[in-house]
Every structure is written in C-alpha cells, then in structure tokens.
C-alpha cells in the first residue's frame, strides 16, 4: 500500500480496549491489509503497542480518537512526546497528517481546527476505503486534498462549503469487529465481555444529549444479525459475557430477544443505563438471569417542569416502578444519573430531586439493596438545542451539587459529583472556536488543571468567558458555519430550544405536562 497509518488514543490502553469506536477503526484498516500501530498515554508517557514497532513520526497519517473535549489537551501532549509539530501550520512534508474523529470533533470541530490536518465529522465506516485511497496519494499535499474530496471530512486549508455528517445507513450491513482484543496482562473497563452494538443513535431527542443529536437517526440491528455476531463473538474472543452497546437499548425491536437469546446461552449479560419507561418485569428477569447485578437508570431530574422542559418526561410513578421491578427480580443494586444546574430550575426543583431519590433509597434499602448516583451539573454542549446556553452562574449551580449531595449521603446514597471547575473547562472547550485550540496547546504545556486553563486562556489573550455565556437566540454559534447535521437544522435547533425555553417559563400557568404524578 505504501503507507503506514497508526490510531492515538489520548488515555490509557484499557480505556482504549472499551471503545467499540476503536475496535471499528482498527479492524476495518487491517481488514484492508494495513498493520495498525496503537499509542496510548499512560502516566504521561506514551505506550506503544508491542506488536507494531516504529516511530511515531513515520507514519502516513495518524488517527487520533476525541470521545471527549478534556483529550484535547492529553492529545497536544501527545504529539509533543512523538515530536511532532502540535499546529498544523508547522507540519512539513515528512511530518504524519494527524486526522481526528470522535463525537465531541463531530459536534464542534473547531477547537482542535489549527491542531490536526483533518477532521471526520460522523462515523467512520463510511469513509474507510476513501481514506485508504486518499492516504495511497504520494504526497502530503495531494493526501489532504484527496482527504478533502470526499465527503464527512473537513480539511482546513482545502474544504470549501459546509461539510455534511456521514453516517451508516444499514447496520445490518456493515463491518463489525468479531475479534476485540483483550490482553490477558490488561483488563477493560468494563471487564472481558464481547462489545455488541445493537443500536446506534437515539430518536427520543432528549434536548441536553449530544450523542443522541449527532448520531441520528436510531439504527437498528435486527436479530438474525445479533445473533450471528453474538455467537461469533463469543467463541473467537473465548469470552462468557456480552456487553450490549446502545444509547437506547430496549427501543430496538429485537432487544427482548437477543437479550433472551444470550441468557439461554448461559451468558453474562450487561445492559447499558437505560430509559426508565422502557424496564418491564420481564426484561428485569432476563437481566437478572444474566447475572448482571446492577441497574442503571436515569431519570436526571425530579421536577415534573424540567424533565419535560428537557424532553424526558418520566415522573417519579414510571421510576419507582421500574426500580420496584428490578428488586423484584432479585437485582438489588441501582444507579442513579442525577442533573442540575439548568437555566430557570428553582431550589423546588432541586428538593424534588433529593426527594426521588430517597424514595428510591427508601424502597432499595427496604429489599437489602444498594443506590448509587452520579449526579453532573448540565453542560450545554454543540450541536443540540441547549447550546445556546452557557453555564453562567457556577457558584449557584455548585452550591446545587453540593446540596443534592449532603441530602443524599444523609440517606446513605452514595453520590460521585462532577466538578464544576471541571464542568467549566468541558463547556468552554466545547462550546469554542477556533481561538479555543492555543489556549488547549498552552494549557497542555503547563500541566492540565483548572487554574492553568485560566491562565493560558489569559496569556493567550482569548477571553474564555465568552465561551461560558448564554447566547442569543439569534446568534448563529461559529460550527454552524463549517458543519451540517442531516437530521438537525440550526432551525429545529432553535425550534426546541424556545420550547425548552417556553416550559421552563410556564411555572403558574396550565401546560399539559403528560407525566404520572405530575399535576397539570
């Protein structure tokens, strides 16, 4: 082929061995017949992988995988480490074109726009052989403007026009990665199982989630396919425990009975946080029968306004009975994803979060159970109709973390909290232009940390704050004008925003909240 290519994920390699996404992208480059070397960051330092030798700075191209805006910054360490010139603008000839793909790049390209050479917005298997194509190219210049020919990349320099999201059509015809490695000296995050996709995509629109925007439309795999994977999976990986990969895991019409079909089988079974409306007796008891001894659920909110502000209008009758169905099956351990922190929730909101949640405490400890909780403050991300809001007023929505865990731990649940100096930093990333990359390079360089940012933000000379305000309506936000989303105009944007808007103003006048238990 003439070309080398390698695939760089800012985190350690058990982190990296939990991502289908990375499975996907290296099994589909050696399916064509590329041996694809694997950096890792592990302390700091960079790991290669023992099976491809080589130095970083000889390869064609390298594929840097960004879940999430905070590897931005471990990111620039990396290329520092290999010696490769971080800005783009200082790359020559024989420097490897750096390509990054992954939801947060998806959503808001532009803070990493002078770092890489070119940016995937959308899935990958679409693009797989063109990339092979245009990476085949003899030079560095004729690679970039391949790479700018073909659809879902945008290549800074080269890109003319909005770029349009690629995605897959049919999943039931696609690659997918039968063999995932798993080291016997490494174990995954979430352990030794088979990672099966069953669904990709959301269609319930909840207004605040990224990944159900930009991954639309839901897909499904059907059960023949499921199964034949399933069963492949299983005995090339020599594993005994599937881990079902989904936003939205029992919308797909075949969930029961793939779910069926692998405790039948004598499986292990781990089913993702789901939707708490779609838990029934039965498919609590299949879960049970897979030996998973926990569920998750996330119903974000107590108050009756925010949940359909936010368009997840549960209730607390739908999340007692789902957990009520659960220790009826005999799991006994729940978890809980809590939000706060959305622009017009009151301190009643608030209180009736704490509520729903020792109500389940209650109902949990009553069966011998356990309740956990991760509770996040709400950070407006790109490409959904809450990115117009910024996160103004953090002293308020921290003094919001910290009484939701008081009142919390007072009745014995334990809560994880995410930090709000770090809630801060993921918002002002994701919420950035293009100036936002040479304040992650110099903030990379000092060390990472809160008040780093801040300084190299300040050094820079860029004003983060900007980034951390709520937008006008009006305001069209910077990826607008280099992204386009199929599904998703900045129009229908806006249109659910102003609903989200027009709920969280509604308090003291008759909206039809259609929640049970919630009073209209």
Known sequence: MGYTV?????????????SLAYFIITGMLEEMGLGVRRYYLENREIKISERYRGSPKSNTAILVSLPYELMY????????????????????????????????????PLPVFDIVDAILIGEFEPIAESLDYALSKPT???????????????VPGYTEGLVRRVYVEDLDNVWYPIRQEMPENIEPVWGRAFLLETTRGCARGCR???????????????????????????????????????????????ADKILEYSVSKGLEVSVPSLRVETLNPKRAELIAMGKQRTITIAPETGSCVVAKAILKPIGKIRTL?????????????IKL??????PGETWDDVRDTIDLSIDIAKTVRSRGGVVKATLNPLMPKPST?????????ASEVESKLEYISRELRKNN???????????????????????????IVEWARRGGGFKSFMKSAETIGVDISLNLRTWSIDYTPPWHEYIEHPYDSIRDLRREYELYSSIMASRGRNIRLNIPGCVE
């Open 413 to 439: 649940i334990e809560v994880s909290t995410f930090n709000i100096d770090w809630a801060i930093l993921e918002v002002a990333i994701a919420r950035g232009g293009i100036e936002t990359g040479r304040v």
């Open 208 to 254: 605040f989630c990224m990944e159900g925007f930009i991954f639309k439309p839901r897909r499904d795999k059907s059960f023949p396919k499921l199964k034949e994977l399933l069963d492949e999976g299983v005995a090339v990986n020599r594993v005994s425990k599937v881990s079902f990969y989904s936003l939205i895991f029992f919308d797909n019409p075949a």
């Open 73 to 108: 910054g471990d990111m620039v360490r990396m290329l520092d480490l290999m010696g490769i010139p971080v800005f783009r603008s200082s790359r020559g000839d024989q420097d490897p074109i750096i390509i990054a793909g992954g939801p947060s790049v998806t959503a808001n």
């Open 6 to 18: 390698a695939l760089a994920y800012p985190s350690e390699e058990r982190v990296a061995l939990s």
């Open 337 to 342: 994803y809590l939000m706060t922190g959305f």
């Open 321 to 333: 009975e789902a957990v009520h169905y659960a220790l009826e099956a005999g799991i006994r351990n």
């Open 140 to 154: 560095r210049a004729s690679r970039l403007r391949a790479l700018s020919e073909i659809e879902g990349f945008l």
């Open 385 to 393: 109709p809450l990115q117009w809001l910024g996160l103004e007023g």
